[in-house]
């Protein structure tokens, strides 16, 4: 499968941006678990927030629970990032990736739990 998420941006703290991630490919899209992580300058890679294949199940790192939001079209082939109440500390490149699991179980936290990443997109925040 293929992915490029869009949708970053400039946006003040306190601010709102809605990032989406299209997939394309010959398998079903419902077949991928998905997530989303980010990458600050001069950091390691991080989870940020995970859906399983229905939907139905999510999970977050817990600096952005409560702020960020994790959802998917299955017949848009398009799983997406609402993030509210920004922060400077949110600022990262975001990258979605995909995992070719058999069951409903939600993919790990980890860059290696998942087996397609897309380009990423720029968030960045200002104080």
């Known amino acids: 499968v293929r992915l490029q998420a869009s949708g970053g941006g400039l946006v003040q703290a306190g601010g709102s941006l809605r990032l989406s991630c299209a997939a394309s490919g010959r398998t079903s899209f419902s077949n991928y678990a998905l997530g989303w992580f980010r990458q600050a300058p001069g950091k390691e890679r991080e989870f940020v927030a995970a859906i399983n294949r229905s939907g139905l199940s999510t999970y977050y790192t817990d600096s952005v629970k409560g702020r960020f939001t994790i959802s998917r079209d299955n017949a848009k082939n398009l799983v997406y990032l609402q993030m509210n109440s920004l922060k400077p500390e949110d600022t990262a490149v975001y990258y979605c990736?995909?995992?070719?699991?058999?069951?409903?179980?939600?993919?790990?936290?980890?860059?290696?739990?998942?087996?397609?990443w897309g380009q990423g997109t720029q968030v960045t925040v200002s104080s």
């Open positions: 990736a995909a995992a070719d699991l058999r069951s409903q179980a939600l993919a790990g936290s980890k860059s290696y739990d998942y087996d397609y």
